[in-house]
């Protein structure tokens, strides 16, 4: 099995930062793609960015300019950096992994998913 550990969620005001993080453990052989999606009351759940093992991203264009993702394959963890927050970015924010696990000798793919932490943007 693999799991995720988020953190970093909160309240913060209009214009403000901050960052999230979410650490992989397991029986992990290599991730391949780490993201972050969320998931506003009433709306479907959208990604918001991702990052392959070699570095590409992927934003959506809500937070294009605004949010930086990286990743630190040494420690499994991926990071969502978001700037000049909005209202509108209030949501569950779920961390998403995918890559390839062990089971006993074997390789085989996964994908899992956090817990979810409640980014709330408010004055």
């Known amino acids: 099995q693999v799991q995720l550990v988020e953190s970093g969620g909160g309240l913060v005001q209009p214009g403000g930062s901050l960052r999230l993080s979410c650490a992989a453990s397991?029986?992990?052989?290599?991730?391949?793609?780490m993201g972050w999606y969320r998931q506003a009351p009433g709306k479907q759940r959208e990604l918001v960015a991702a990052i392959t093992r070699g570095g590409s991203t992927n934003y959506a264009d809500s937070v294009k300019g605004r949010s930086t993702i990286s990743r630190d394959n040494a420690k499994d963890t991926v990071y969502l950096q978001m700037n000049s927050l909005k209202p509108e970015d209030t949501a569950v924010y779920y961390c998403?992994?995918?890559?390839?696990?062990?089971?006993?000798?074997?390789?085989?793919?996964?994908?899992?998913w956090g817990q979810g932490t409640q980014v709330t943007v408010s004055s």
């Open positions: 998403n992994v995918r890559g390839v696990r062990t089971v006993g000798p074997f390789p085989l793919d996964f994908e899992s």
């Open positions: 397991g029986s992990i052989f290599n991730i391949n793609t």
